[in-house]
């Protein structure tokens, strides 16, 4: 679990354990045991905001497979005629919406975005509305 890794990685810097006061060893045991269950209810809200995203943009018309384990999801740009470079341009430009150009992780990227899931859900949404309003624009 969590909680052991992060035990075993206190443990190994024992001569500054050795100085932590009854208290600080007690807190920082505590923190290491309820450490599961924060983990636990943060995997879950990001699992929530993934599947808002990636559905949304599914549903939208870009097609996009669901990441396993990032905060990005990688739509499929290319049915809206647009480079990943000219479509992150005027997305953001005409609708507020930061994507990276696909082209930047390689020749390979082309005729994608990079989109981040790392921020709050009513962001997510109203992203979504912006996306679909720029893609039905074109």
Do not use: H, W
Request: hydrophobic share 45%; aromatic share 8%; proline share 3%.
């Amino acid at each position: 679990t969590l909680a052991a890794l992060l035990a075993l990685a206190f443990c190994a810097s024992l001569p500054a354990l050795l100085q932590l006061t009854t208290a600080d060893r007690q807190a920082a045991l505590a923190g290491l045991q309820d450490a599961d269950a924060e983990v636990e209810r943060m995997v879950a809200e990001y699992d929530r905001r993934r599947r808002l995203f990636v559905d949304g943009l599914n549903r939208i018309g870009l097609d996009t497979v669901e990441p396993r384990g990032a905060f990005y999801a990688f739509p499929d740009i290319s049915s809206t005629g647009l480079s990943s470079g000219e479509f992150a341009e005027r997305l953001l430009r005409e609708q507020e919406v930061a994507m990276i150009p696909g082209d930047a992780f390689g020749a390979s990227g082309e005729g994608y975005v990079r989109a981040s899931i790392a921020t709050a859900y009513e962001k997510l949404e109203e992203a979504l509305v912006r996306i679909e309003r720029f893609v039905s624009d074109l």
